[in-house]
């Protein structure tokens, strides 16, 4: 079946520092979206893309949707410790697919104040 | 705005018995519903989706099974849980063709 691979698994980086993580994948998506998890919480979406190309900003984050369609990246401007938590891109394979929304594995953030 | 609500949050059940988790929505009609699994903190699997009442899809055969008798309610069910069924349950909605939004999760352990 179709997979995105969402790189890096985990991070540890000292507060201060630009965190940038990416996911690809063999399929063309038309929507690419980001969230972010929390201990005990469910996922809450931060970015959603939906043009190739598409470079989009929300505070100190930044996503971008790829030209080619097959992958996209976050950046994080300046962490601070409440960045910490399980970051997940999520793309849609085509227009009407109705629950095909496909998820990377996610990447741990920790931030060392 | 739109919302959407699921519980319990946490639920201890022992091996054999049922299982019911229930989330609604709430301030939008005729929402897409999905059920996703998470473990280990880790990775999200969709279970089931709907697209209207009485619409389910299931991605994976397993023990569970979804019903949706209400537009804006969607709920999971088992007739005897395993011990491989604990893990963290999230419901979700969307409109079709856009971002999903997630409900807080029920942390399921089945003992």
């Known amino acids: 079946g179709q997979q995105l691979n969402q790189s890096p698994q985990s991070m540890f980086i000292q507060e201060g520092e630009d965190v940038s993580m990416n996911c690809t994948s063999s399929?063309?998506?038309?929507?690419w979206l980001w969230y972010k998890q929390d201990p005990g919480e469910g996922p809450v979406l931060l970015i959603a893309?939906?043009?190739?190309?598409e470079l989009t900003s929300n505070g100190r984050l930044t996503a971008q949707f790829g030209i080619t369609r097959k992958d996209s990246f976050l950046n994080i401007s300046a962490s601070i410790p409440s960045d910490v938590g399980i970051y997940f891109c999520?793309?849609?394979?085509?227009?009407?697919?109705?629950?095909?929304?496909?998820f990377g594995k996610g990447t741990k953030l920790s931030v060392k104040p | 705005s739109q919302t959407i609500h699921q519980w319990p949050a946490t639920l201890v059940q022992p091996v054999g018995s049922p299982l019911s988790l229930e989330c609604t929505v709430e301030?939008?009609?005729?929402?897409?519903l999905y059920w996703y699994r998470q473990a280990a903190g880790r990775g999200l699997q969709l279970l089931f989706y709907?697209?209207?009442?009485?619409?389910i899809s299931s991605e994976v055969p397993q023990n569970l099974s979804a019903s949706r008798p209400q537009d804006r309610q969607f709920i999971l069910s088992s007739k005897k849980l395993l011990l491989s069924d604990s893990g963290f349950y999230l419901c979700?909605?969307?409109?079709?063709?856009?971002?999903?939004?997630f409900g807080q999760g029920t942390r399921l352990t089945v003992v």
């Open positions: 893309l939906y043009k190739a190309g």
């Open positions: 399929s063309i998506f038309n929507t």
């Open positions: 301030g939008t009609s005729n929402p897409n």
């Open positions: 999520a793309g849609e394979l085509r227009k009407g697919s109705q629950g095909n929304l496909i």
């Open positions: 709907s697209i209207g009442i009485d619409q």
């Open positions: 979700a909605w969307s409109r079709p063709n856009t971002e999903a939004f």
